[in-house]
């Protein structure tokens, strides 16, 4: 089994910073791609921004220029830098990961439980 944990969530003013954190912990083979997605209430989750195990990065259009994402492989962990923050961006965030098992085939796709990120006006 795997958990994804979030942290990072919270209320910043427009124009400020938070950065989110996720942590992935279990039976872990190799991590692919990791990622965030946003959902807000009454609309469908859509992809915030995706990395690969190599490096490579997506945004949606709306956050590039403002968010970053990174991760440490080491510490099986993916990052969201948000500068330049708008009320538009608030919702509840969450953290994915394609994890590939010990002796399965296939990878799995996990979710984090979700951080809020409110951006006042």
């Known amino acids: 089994q795997v958990q994804l944990v979030e942290s990072g969530g919270g209320l910043v003013q427009a124009g400020g910073s938070l950065r989110l954190s996720c942590a992935a912990s279990?039976?872990?083979?190799?991590?692919?791609?990791m990622g965030w997605y946003r959902q807000a209430p009454g609309k469908q989750r859509e992809l915030v921004a995706s990395?690969?195990?190599?490096?490579?990065?997506n945004y949606a259009d709306s956050v590039k220029g403002r968010f970053t994402i990174s991760r440490d492989n080491a510490k099986n962990t993916v990052y969201l830098q948000m500068n330049s923050l708008k009320p538009e961006d608030t919702t509840v965030y969450y953290c994915?990961?394609?994890?590939?098992?010990?002796?399965?085939?296939?990878?799995?796709?996990?979710w984090g439980q979700g951080t809020q990120v409110t951006v006042s006006s």
């Open positions: 994915n990961a394609i994890i590939l098992h010990y002796g399965l085939p296939g990878a799995v796709h996990y």
């Open positions: 279990g039976s872990i083979f190799s991590i692919n791609a």
């Open positions: 990395i690969t195990s190599g490096g490579s990065t």
